[in-house]
């Protein structure tokens, strides 16, 4: 639990990855009302203990509304990255990916921060991705700078091309 001003989700999330001990390897950021099933870490494990060289473990989301998700595998997308969120907002990942990123954004105050971070560190580093199968292992309350780009995809859409323009978006 990281305590501090509110600074919208990056700030917050670049002040908890500031206060962590060195020697922690992977996160899993867990926003307010949101809640991870009992089994998840244990299913990542073994998905790392497989495929050591994983940077990213993308658990399958549903909503308490019904909604369900399965995230895209990222090395056989339709589109690139920085033309399709292919990540939901908390997959499990290396700590190196926020060093290699520089963190998150925090002009991104409006939702889209990940989709930023994670275009940022594909274009760093590439990333190697394992999508969990098991349903429902990160349940999803989605809060308000979420809906800020359901409600102006417009604006969004010009913040991330003006943040991302050099890659013909």
């Known amino acids: 639990v990281v305590r501090g001003p509110n600074g ?3 700030v917050t999330r670049n002040r908890a990855f500031q206060q962590l001990p060195l020697e922690v390897e992977w996160v899993v950021p ?3 009302g949101d809640t991870l099933n009992e ?12 495929q ?3 940077s990213v473990i993308h658990p399958h989301l549903c909503t308490n509304k019904g ?16 033309l399709e969120n ?12 926020w060093n290699v990123a520089g963190g998150y954004d925090s002009s991104f105050t409006f939702g889209w921060e990940d ?4 275009v940022r560190v594909n274009q760093s580093v590439g990333l190697v991705a394992v999508n969990l199968p098991e349903r429902c292992l990160y349940n999803y309350d989605p809060g308000d700078s979420h809906q800020t780009c359901v409600d102006h995809p417009k604006q969004c859409q010009a913040a991330f091309k003006t ?5 013909n978006i």
């Open 115 to 118: 989709w930023d971070f994670w």
């Open 67 to 82: 909604y369900q998700w399965d995230p895209p595998n990222v090395a056989v997308a339709k589109k690139p990255l920085h």
């Open 163 to 167: 943040a991302h323009g050099n890659l």
């Open 8 to 10: 919208m989700l990056p």
């Open 86 to 97: 292919l990540f939901h907002c908390c997959p499990m990942y290396r700590r190196s990916l």
């Open 30 to 32: 867990v926003d307010a």
């Open 39 to 50: 089994t998840f870490f244990e299913l990542s494990a073994k998905a790392i203990e497989k």
């Open 52 to 54: 050591p060289k994983v």
